[in-house]
């Protein structure tokens, strides 16, 4: 699958690097898609990657941090765009993004696979953003972005009785609602805008689920855990 993702990805970029020079950054360029932006309501889709960790609040100073490795996730979704303003618009940018993170207790006692949790997350990701553009130039108009969002992870463990004593399994909870600021630049080819952005998420809630010992070395501790990410989109109008 993620083998697929990045063919498809590969094709895509290739098409619109074809344009690229000739039609967004020449001397003269012929301007594209002049009333494009003007259109009420207009759709796209994005494939992207994204890197996700958690960020870590202890009741007490731990002796050692728990220990966070990530990975790159991809995500694929769907874009719908509300013209509100010359320079504003709504989006809603719903999409499946897939992320993995491994943690290392380095205060657990026992072989390698006590102390080591592998956390894979599938996000369901509701984003409402709001588009803050600049004047066209040519081919070119940067933008900002900001707004809030919401996600249900279908890997969430939430609910299993297991938790890491019994059943080495970390738990988490199904909903988080997140706060997002990015940026982008809307490039405008003969047949379509194809928009690069890279974006922060922020979690606004404690996402751990605790194991039932409240003792336990793995969440006993941890005051709150929320998840923080970096996405970097590539959108098709």
């Known amino acids: 699958m993620k083998k697929l993702f990045l063919y498809i990805l590969l094709v895509t970029s290739l098409c619109a690097h074809a344009q690229f020079g ?11 898609l002049e009333n494009f932006d003007k259109q009420r309501v207009h759709w796209g889709y994005f494939l992207g990657f994204n890197s ?34 010359e320079y504003l618009d709504l ?21 390698t696979a006590d102390k080591q949790r592998e956390v894979k997350s599938t996000y369901l990701h509701f984003p409402l953003l709001l588009k803050f553009s600049s004047k066209r130039t040519g ?3 940067p933008y900002l972005v900001g707004g809030v969002s919401r996600s249900l992870n279908l890997s969430s463990n939430f609910n299993v009785k297991d938790d890491n004593m019994t059943g080495a399994r970390f738990r988490m909870k199904k909903w988080t609602n997140y706060y997002e600021i990015g940026a982008g630049v809307d490039l405008y080819f003969e ?5 690069p952005s890279i974006r922060g998420v922020f979690s606004l809630n404690d996402e751990i689920i605790r194991d039932n010992d409240p003792n336990s070395p793995y969440t006993g501790n941890i005051e709150s855990m929320k998840t923080r990410g970096i996405f970097i989109n590539f959108t098709f109008h």
């Open 22 to 32: 000739t039609q967004v950054f020449s001397k003269d360029p012929i301007v594209n």
């Open 52 to 85: 996700y960790d958690f960020k870590f609040d202890y009741i007490n100073d731990p002796k050692v941090d728990i220990e966070l490795k990530k990975s790159t996730g991809f995500n694929v979704g769907l874009v719908g765009n509300l013209r509100l303003f």
């Open 91 to 111: 989006r809603f940018e719903p999409g499946l993004y897939y992320t993995q993170r491994d943690l290392t207790f380095h205060n657990v006692e026992g072989t």
């Open 139 to 141: 081919n070119v108009r």
């Open 191 to 195: 047949f379509f805008k194809f928009s």
